[in-house]
């Protein structure tokens, strides 16, 4: 098991967000988190990454154990390095040009030679098409192009783990093809992958996971294609009832 | 125009913009560099949150913008030394200067701070990067646009407050303007001719803020 994570929480002062949420991920997993909003996938996501402190919980990622409530800026600092994190409204460096923002993390960060850092970073922004862009600065970009730098700024630092929040929620609806094109090509390659998704879509034919929660409880858990075709609770047939037809609805004229 | 006060102008200029590039000018970038050292220590201690420091910096800010400047000069020149801190006229002015523009500067700068994104000290953290480092190459230099216009406001302010450090005895160039008029009595012509300097000066200073403006702007103008 490459990613065990046990019953974590969190609150908002009286509101609780999350109600003690545990997931096993294997190497090569996609999970699609889905959820009606306010349901807590995406600060489960964040409190994973220590965006967010949860208020309890453990994670063991590759064999070390990390406290999530108690980890130290140490802990915090060495599992950063084996995990990426792109973000739902992007969040490049809007003082950086697209090249910049992938090396920043390898030289700054990683201590790396800048030779070599823009040598991987190159590559990972030809790997999300955005290689003839090296020089833009992401007032240039548009929102799927800036998607696509953060995913590629995601990939340079080679972590075994990337975590998506709502990749394309912020995203015009022709642009949002571009981006899980790529991340589709990602998965296919045997990135490990958690996305917090509304993309249906995606959950059915990219994840082979699928963890449904609402109101900070998981509702259901499974392989994708058992929580599509045989979902197991009530409220689970309700939920891709609506959001499958309201898809539909969009896909029509 | 008569020929006395003509000729009281022409000789005085030289004098007066001598003084004028000898110690008004130095005396404004060096208290106008102590402002800055000072706003930004208190501005990203602000930012930073760092305990205790905290309320020192808010009880700083509450003081220096609460007194009147010229107060502040008197009580540093002629309070201090009673209790034993005797200081110079001209460093007692960098001082006063300087620590007074930087409370200003420092909240132009802390808002500046905060009106970047949290999210750029998110995606920092999640590439590896320590808070100083993503500081310094991202959170910093976007502030730094953000707040240009108005430092170079405080920059402005603050030559032209050097002539308050005339009321300490720092023969600066409107001291200098005094002691000629104290021979002359030409009030009109002299404060008017030293005015235009201070004119021209900052004239230079709002070109050089066009300048860095435009320098500025490199990348691109929409912000999200």
Known sequence: MMLEIENVKKKFGDLTVLNGISLNVEKGDVVAILGPSGSGKTTFLRCLNFLERADAGRMVFE?????????????????????????????????????????????????????????????????????????????????????????????????EIIYFDEPTSALDPELIGEVLTVMRKLAEEGMTMLVVTHEMEFARNVSNKVLFMEGGDIVESGPSRAFFEHPEQERTREFLRTVLMRQQGETEP | MNERLWNILVDSFPKLLSYGIRVTVPLTILSFSLALVVSLLVALIQYGQVKGLRQVC???????????????????????????????????????????????????????????????????????LTFPKIMWHVVLPQAFRTAFPA??????????????????TVMEMFRQ????????????????????????????????????????????????
């Open chain 2, 58 to 128: 808010r009880f700083y800010i509450w003081v220096v913008r609460g007194t009147p400047l010229l107060v502040q000069l008197y009580l540093v020149f002629y309070g201090l030394p009673s209790v034993g801190i005797v200081m110079d006229a001209f460093p007692a002015a960098v001082v006063v200067l300087g620590f007074n523009e930087g409370a200003y500067m420092a909240e132009t700068i802390r808002g500046a701070l905060e009106s970047v994104s949290r999210g750029q000290l998110e995606a920092g953290y999640c590439v590896g």
């Open chain 2, 151 to 168: 430092m170079s406001n405080s920059m402005i302010s603050m030559l032209k407050e050097t002539s308050m450090a005339a009321t300490i």
């Open chain 1, 63 to 159: 064999g070390e154990p990390y406290d999530l409530h108690t980890a130290t800026k140490a802990d915090i600092a060495r599992l950063r390095k084996k995990t990426a994190f792109v973000f739902q409204n992007y969040n490049l460096f809007l003082n950086k040009t697209a090249l910049k923002n992938v090396t920043l993390g390898l030289t700054a960060g990683a201590g790396m030679k800048k030779a070599e850092a823009e040598e991987i970073a190159k590559a990972a922004l030809d790997k999300v098409g955005m290689g003839d862009r090296l020089d833009s600065y992401p007032s240039m970009l548009s929102g799927g192009q800036q998607q696509r730098v953060a995913i590629a700024r995601a990939l340079a630092s080679s972590p």
């Open chain 2, 177 to 224: 303007a005094q002691v000629i008029n104290g021979r002359v009595y030409e009030s009109l012509g002299l404060y008017g001719e030293v005015a235009l300097i201070y004119l021209a000066f900052c004239t230079f200073l709002t070109w050089l803020q066009h300048r860095g403006e435009k320098r500025l702007s490199t990348y691109g103008g929409n912000r999200t």
